[in-house]
């Protein structure tokens, strides 16, 4: 098959989003498929993906210049999309976007990858585009020909269940042999307990704030924050007056896959996405955590993975999905990190190898492609 991978992410730098897509296409090649990843906007021109186009670059942030870039970014995905000529687009779910679907739907089918619950995440960041997916989702979602949801319980809920559409899940995996562990058998040899947690800015799910408050409860830990840097640390929390940014705290900013695999591996215990309450959602697998285990480190979460939900694994600790998830389990917390030294972590890994990568996954999912495919074949 010939396969468009539509995204409005910014693939200019390795982030989760475009290390993820690359392990995808990558295994999609393997099984004889050609991918054109095509992305909306970035911040800047030059792609970390191969095969790929980016249609617009540091876009204006004003409504004059969304709707020219709007404009200018549907005639050039015509335009590519016509050349490629696929027969099958795939897409991470975007907010509607003026003459998007008939751009879609004049090329070829459409699949949606839906990662998250969008009507209570846009809720949290922006209430004017609240409004607006709200109003328009349904034109990107009602016409499309087939829904792939990272979790059991996306696929369930009724805002998307209503558009009845043909569905598959599959959780999110990682790159299992692109995980260096040359440091995992060393980490017994520090006295120092560290801890690991990847966030993203504005993105309140992943409980940055419940981090720092369990940083200035355990000042005897190290805390690496990865994604944040010092300045933009402090800024967020003088959002919250019981908070503050204790020593123990290492900022890291953003950082490159290689740099953040060495952050990782130097540490013992990673800490996923604490808030997902916050998005009205109880289940996910986030990539970062599928990082952690990929590089046998064992794990704190505050929501149920789909992929470890029903295994008995004494190197995860899962608290309730809750706000006062933390400041309850303290002690808990506490043991655990000071225990995770006993884990052994290349099982840790086996068990990643055996369970979240992407090989088994993506093979359903291009099974999926195919029936979409033939069936409109058919139409």
Same mark, same amino acid.
């Given at each position: 098959?010939?396969?468009?991978?539509?995204?409005?992410?910014?693939?200019?730098? &390795?982030?989760?989003?475009?290390? #993820?897509?690359?392990?995808?296409?990558?295994?999609?090649?393997?099984?004889?498929?050609?991918?054109?990843?095509?992305?909306? $906007?970035?911040?800047?021109?030059?792609?970390?993906?191969?095969?790929? &186009?980016?249609?617009?670059?540091? !876009?204006?942030?004003?409504?004059?210049?969304?709707?020219?870039?709007?404009?200018?970014?549907?005639?050039?995905?015509?335009?590519? =999309?016509?050349?490629? #000529?696929?027969?099958?687009?795939?897409?991470?779910?975007?907010?509607?976007?003026?003459?998007?679907?008939?751009?879609?739907?004049?090329?070829?089918?459409?699949?949606?990858?839906?990662?998250?619950?969008?009507?209570?995440?846009?809720?949290?960041?922006? #209430?004017?585009?609240?409004?607006?997916?709200?109003?328009?989702?349904?034109?990107?979602?009602?016409?499309?020909?087939?829904? &792939?949801?990272?979790?059991?319980?996306?696929?369930?809920?009724?805002?998307?269940?209503?558009?009845?559409?043909?569905?598959?899940?599959?959780?999110?995996?990682?790159? +299992?042999?692109?995980?260096?562990?040359?440091?995992?058998?060393?980490?017994?040899?520090?006295?120092?307990? %560290?801890?690991?947690?990847?966030?993203?800015?504005?993105?309140?799910?992943?409980?940055?704030?419940?981090?720092?408050?369990?940083?200035?409860?355990?000042?005897?830990?190290?805390?690496? +924050?990865?994604?944040?840097?010092?300045?933009?640390?402090?800024?967020?929390? $003088?959002?919250?007056?019981?908070?503050?940014?204790?020593?123990?705290?290492?900022?890291?900013?953003?950082?490159?896959? !290689?740099? /953040?695999?060495?952050?990782?591996?130097?540490?013992? &215990?990673?800490?996923?996405?604490? !808030?997902?309450?916050? $998005?009205?959602?109880?289940? /996910?697998?986030?990539? %970062?955590?599928?990082?952690?285990?990929?590089?046998?480190?064992?794990?704190? +979460?505050?929501?149920?993975?789909?992929?470890?939900?029903? %295994?008995?694994?004494?190197?995860? =600790? @899962?608290? @309730? *999905?809750?706000?006062? *998830?933390?400041? *309850?389990?303290?002690?808990?917390?506490?043991?655990?990190?000071?225990?995770?030294?006993?884990?052994?972590?290349?099982?840790?890994?086996?068990?990643?190898?055996?369970? =979240?990568?992407?090989?088994?996954?993506?093979? !359903?999912?291009?099974?999926?492609?195919?029936?979409?495919?033939?069936?409109?074949? #058919?139409?």
């Amino acid at each position: 098959m010939k396969i468009v991978y539509v995204l409005n992410e910014d693939i200019s730098r &390795v982030t989760g989003v475009t290390h #993820k897509v690359i392990s995808q296409i990558s295994i999609w090649n393997e099984f004889g498929n050609i991918i054109k990843v095509i992305a909306l $906007n970035s911040t800047a021109t030059n792609s970390q993906i191969q095969d790929s &186009v980016i249609l617009t670059a540091n !876009a204006k942030k004003t409504l004059i210049g969304k709707f020219l870039r709007n404009v200018f970014l549907i005639k050039s995905l015509k335009k590519e =999309l016509e050349k490629f #000529k696929p027969d099958l687009i795939y897409s991470r779910y975007i907010c509607y976007i003026p003459c998007l679907v008939k751009t879609f739907k004049a090329a070829a089918p459409y699949i949606i990858e839906i990662n998250t619950n969008d009507i209570d995440e846009i809720k949290q960041c922006n #209430k004017f585009k609240y409004f607006y997916n709200i109003l328009t989702r349904r034109f990107l979602l009602n016409n499309a020909d087939g829904f &792939v949801f990272v979790s059991n319980e996306l696929k369930n809920l009724k805002c998307f269940k209503r558009f009845q559409k043909p569905s598959i899940m599959c959780s999110n995996a990682i790159g +299992i042999k692109d995980s260096n562990i040359t440091n995992l058998t060393n980490r017994n040899n520090r006295a120092k307990h %560290k801890v690991v947690f990847i966030g993203t800015l504005n993105q309140p799910w992943h409980g940055i704030d419940k981090i720092i408050f369990l940083a200035n409860s355990l000042k005897n830990i190290e805390f690496n +924050i990865i994604g944040y840097t010092h300045g933009e640390l402090i800024s967020y929390i $003088n959002n919250y007056k019981s908070l503050f940014l204790s020593h123990n705290i290492i900022c890291h900013g953003f950082l490159n896959h !290689a740099k /953040a695999i060495n952050i990782i591996a130097n540490c013992d &215990v990673g800490i996923g996405s604490l !808030a997902l309450h916050r $998005n009205k959602m109880n289940e /996910a697998s986030p990539l %970062k955590v599928r990082q952690y285990l990929a590089l046998g480190l064992p794990i704190i +979460i505050g929501y149920q993975d789909t992929d470890l939900m029903g %295994k008995k694994l004494d190197f995860v =600790l @899962e608290l @309730e *999905n809750t706000e006062t *998830n933390i400041a *309850n389990n303290l002690d808990k917390i506490k043991k655990f990190i000071y225990t995770s030294k006993t884990f052994d972590n290349i099982k840790i890994r086996e068990f990643s190898i055996a369970n =979240l990568g992407y090989q088994s996954k993506e093979e !359903a999912k291009l099974n999926f492609f195919k029936r979409i495919t033939q069936s409109h074949h #058919k139409i």
